[in-house]
Nanobody
């Protein structure tokens, strides 16, 4: 069973920053579109960002533009999400996922196309 390894979540004060990491031993992330999603308590899971494989194009949800940055380290087979200027409404479980049917992110990403998911990492923004 393929397992994603997400890390970097935690408790942070408003205005703070975190860097989330997503690694997938056994899956070459560099070949696929990889997305970050989040689910806040009582809400549906939503897309946050996506990074394409072939051209490196990136998608960001309007709510995170200018604050979140998605990137890849191909040598480490890892995708990162740098999250800055955190707000209480960013509190959620953050998931990374790979879409092995696409190399390019759809704009916006189509959540049900993502077929490999991590277990999630909790981000809590509170003073």
């Amino acid at each position: 069973q393929l397992q994603f390894v997400e890390s970097g979540g935690g408790l942070v004060q408003p205005g703070g920053s975190l860097r989330l990491s997503c690694a997938a031993p056994g899956l070459f992330l560099n070949d696929y579109a990889v997305g970050w999603f989040r689910q806040a308590p009582g809400k549906e899971r939503e897309v946050v960002s996506c990074i394409s494989s072939s051209d490196g194009s990136r998608y960001y949800a309007d709510s995170v533009k200018g604050r979140f940055t998605i990137s890849r380290d191909n040598a480490k087979n890892t995708v990162f999400l740098q999250i800055n200027s955190l707000k209480p409404e960013d509190t959620a479980v953050y998931y990374c996922a790979a879409n092995t049917m696409r190399r390019l992110c759809a704009f916006p990403p189509i959540q049900h196309e993502y077929n490999y998911w991590g277990q999630g990492t909790q981000v809590t923004v509170s003073s």
